[in-house]
């Protein structure tokens, strides 16, 4: 599946779809109780990572709440499978860990964000519609960790170029423009008032370059334009 979360459902008259997953029943049911009683449609639990795996592909949920320690199946590993299974999911990582390995090892399985479990529910109802539209969402002091393991990554020798491989597409101005400011960490929302646009449109600038590099993530993105040296501009 390739669609955007946006042709999934109509964001006025749909609630957003939600899974909760985590090994901790109590917790589990009072985090899906709470987001049902704030208007989101919770369309399934799971209790470990066997069963959140088969489960998110049968519910088909816009946004997984995962925690990292569950039974059989890592919370990582569930993260790499469902994004690779459907791009469109989103993972927000609802975990007790505020570990830097563990933060940083969720965002390259393909998290959109990074929530503790110390979060207010008003803070899990605002990430969960963040994360809906692709906007990252980190508990404080985890953004600026984030971003420099993406300048990390960035500084790391590149893989040898086949020379069989067509040349990147161009990207316009704007697509270029909300690259750069994507690649300097802002949010789709911060970077729709900078530029005077709409939130939609900066999500459509971004699903279009995603596609026309081939990338599959905000992670591979931020990449990206960092070894580019947009996020110096």
């Known amino acids: 599946m390739t669609e955007t979360t946006e042709n999934r459902r109509d964001p ?4 957003i779809k939600v899974m909760v997953v985590d090994d901790h029943p109590m917790w589990r049911d009072a985090v899906a109780r709470d987001l049902a009683e704030s208007g989101f449609e919770v ?42 299974a459907d791009p469109a999911l989103r993972v927000l990582v609802l975990s007790a860990s505020g570990e830097h390995a563990d933060v940083l090892e969720a965002v390259k399985s393909g998290a959109t964000g990074y929530l503790l479990k110390s979060a207010s529910t008003e803070e899990l ?15 404080p002091g985890l ?17 040898a170029p086949d020379t069989d491989e067509p040349k990147a597409p161009r990207l316009t101005d704007r697509e270029t423009e909300v690259l750069r400011l994507v690649a300097k960490g802002l949010s789709y929302k911060q970077i729709a008032e900078r530029l005077v646009i709409s939130h939609r449109t900066v999500q459509n600038h971004v699903q279009n370059t995603l596609g026309k590099l081939q990338l599959h993530n905000r992670v591979e993105l931020v990449r990206y334009a960092i070894e580019r040296g947009l996020d110096d501009e």
């Open 12 to 15: 006025i008259k749909d609630p």
């Open 43 to 84: 369309v399934a639990t799971a209790g470990d990572g066997d069963q959140a795996v088969r489960r998110a592909k049968a519910a088909a949920p816009e946004v997984l709440v995962l925690d990292l320690n569950l039974p059989g199946k890592p919370g990582v590993q569930v993260c790499k499978e469902v994004v690779a």
């Open 125 to 139: 109802r605002d990430a969960v519609r963040s994360t809906a539209v692709g906007d990252p969402v980190f508990t």
């Open 143 to 159: 953004a600026g960790l984030v971003l420099g393991e993406y300048r990390r990554l960035a500084s790391e020798p590149a893989p």
